[in-house]
């Protein structure tokens, strides 16, 4: 394991930001997130590049999430390769332990990836009994599982703000990965299991989703208490939004539009509507997107894989209806959208 005198590459960083180019690179975000582009695809200007004056030494994965200073280092060297390689994207850290970390707080055991692959860890599914027993068990408080790890580094990089004004002001931390109530819950039971229990067993999994969701909203209200700030705009990756929250729905490709309706929207939409926020897929999603357009609450999409979807379908659930879109992905800018929300990442 790496030993890291974790106050040189905080200095690095801090010595580094150049206040005059995060000025704007959050008034261009500011921009993005108030439909202020008038015409085409809206793509906010690089940086000058500012190289380290020092070495920064790779951290593998597995190290991070098994040692504090590490997990924060980690963050901070995706931090200094943003501002070396002179990146548009706003600067940001996050607690990076896969996205198993609701799962966890339902039991769920971590395992950890082999460390040549460099990996997040993921979770095991529970057994079909310790999945049923939940329903009956109260929602987990926010210290389970990998939320313990989550508000450790949330105390610690509260610290570090303290003392490094620049980088408390030009540096977000963004939301831990909470996925979403029904990635969630795939995660807590197992693909098979869950998709069978759709059909045979709907009852239950929506008191499953229903527990899954309070939960979220739990782990929500202690994240937003350490970072209040985090209420202004939600951000995941190189995408920002208005609101407070990024929802992960992957599980949704594998669904129809009506079990989409059923049982992702009413949980999905309960968070939207009481924080705010923006829904991530991978995979194809043109079959359900419209379902979940109109829910209240929701500022945008990101999505990647446009090649596994018919773009003018999700053109006219999302930047037709003035909804944004952020593809991470090399795409062409769309034909005949004139007054578009479209950010092209690439």
């Not at 970390?101 to 339902?106: D, G």
């Not at 540096?171 to 996925?179: A, G, H, K, L, T």
């Not at 979403?180 to 795939?186: A, Q, R, S, V, Y």
């Not at 729905?249 to 009481?274: C, H, Q």
Request: proline residues 5%.
């Amino acid at each position: 394991m790496v030993h890291i005198e974790l106050e040189r590459y905080l200095e690095d960083i801090e010595a580094r930001l150049d206040e005059e180019q995060e000025r704007r690179i959050q008034a261009d975000w500011r921009a993005w997130i108030h439909h202020e582009n008038k015409t085409g695809p809206y793509v906010v200007a690089r940086r000058r590049p500012i190289p380290p004056k020092m070495e920064w030494p790779h951290v593998n994965i597995n190290d991070a999430i098994a040692d504090d200073t590490l997990a924060i280092y980690r963050e901070l060297e995706s931090v200094n390769n943003t501002l070396a390689r002179g990146e548009a994207s706003i600067l940001r850290v996050r607690p990076n332990y896969g996205v198993g970390n609701v799962a966890s707080s339902f039991g769920a055991e971590t395992f950890v990836m082999p460390r040549e692959t460099d990996t997040l860890p993921n979770v095991r599914a529970l057994s079909e009994d310790e999945a049923m027993s939940l329903m009956d068990k109260p929602i987990p408080d926010a210290t389970a599982g990998n939320l313990a790890s989550i508000m450790r580094f949330a105390r610690n990089y509260k610290r570090i703000q303290e003392q490094y004004p620049k980088i408390a002001k030009y540096i977000r931390v963004e939301q831990p990965d909470f996925q979403g109530p029904m990635d969630n819950l795939e995660l807590i039971m197992g693909s098979s299991a869950v998709f069978y229990g759709l059909y045979d067993d709907p009852d239950s999994i929506h008191v499953l989703l229903d527990k899954i969701t309070g939960a979220m909203e739990r782990f929500f209200d202690s994240w937003l208490a350490m970072f209040p700030e985090n209420r202004a705009y939600a951000n995941y990756f190189m995408h920002v939004e208005e609101g407070t929250v990024c929802i992960r729905d992957d599980s949704a490709m594998n669904l129809s539009p009506e079990m989409v309706s059923e049982f992702i929207v009413p949980y999905d939409g309960r968070l939207l509507k009481k924080y705010g926020g923006f829904i991530h897929f991978c995979g194809r999603g043109d079959h359900f997107i419209d379902r979940l357009a109109k829910m209240e609450g929701l500022t945008g999409f990101n999505m990647s894989q446009p090649h596994l979807n018919d773009m003018e379908t999700i053109y006219k659930c999302t930047i037709d209806r003035g909804i944004h879109l952020g593809i991470t992905a090399q795409i062409e800018a769309p034909r005949g959208h004139d007054n578009t929300n479209l950010i092209i990442f690439s």
